[in-house]
């Protein structure tokens, strides 16, 4: 049975692990050829490796506009075509170790450096997608934000500022597409707490592992972590032919965190009232 990107080609950044590894994953099992793209080569050829001829891996480093004109040239060369672009690279600040990041004594270089990846990166990508997907006037953008472009974090304010700033941005991209008389759609994801990499250092191995785990989502209605496959379930929607009519639109995946006031249910209550 065809999957349900069969012919398509997609991009998919920061894709050696984490939501980007589901993503692509679930890309190929769908039959659509994937470039996996990272800074990290051994992890990011690892991917690509496991997925057989359904996957190739390249390096890009999203902040350099050099390195996206490689890419995406060498894909219309090699494929022809360009269908699917996933912005999903993306850095806390905190990646090497406790930085101060909240307004009044983050550092202007580390401000930029987080911008950089996520915000200039998203900008780059949209600007070569757009244009590698305007000869077939169509195809598809996604961006992953974050729960943390929706709503203040003092303590991390230049991600929670650079994801808001990818949530306009995408609203911007899906309006100028259509302007320009394009099927190109534009569309962000905003996933909450999603058990990835980035959460192992906060949870370390020891036996107050799991305890640490229901602390940090014990304000999320469904009480547990996301998965990253969760997230690659909306990017295929998205993705996919079955999602034509919907662009500049985001998808919040946070267990119901943003729904509003936390619900807890009573004990021994199973009455479904």
Known sequence: MAGKLTSKTAIVTGAAQGIGAAIVRLFAREDCFVYVTDINDDLGKAVADSLGDRARYLRLDVRREEDWLRVTTLILEERGRLDVLVNNAGITGFEHGAVRHDPEHARLEDWHAVHQTNLDGVFLGCKYGIRSMRPHRAGSIINISSRSGLVG???????ASSKGAVRNHTKTVALYCAEQGLTVRCNAIHPAAILTPMWEPMLGTGSDRQARMDALVRDTPLRRFGMPEEVAAVALLLASDEATYITGSEFNIDGG???????????????GA
């Open 153 to 159: 974090i003092p303590g991390a304010a230049a991600y």
């Open 257 to 271: 965190l943003l729904a509003g006031t936390a619900a807890t249910p009573a004990v021994g209550d199973d009455t």
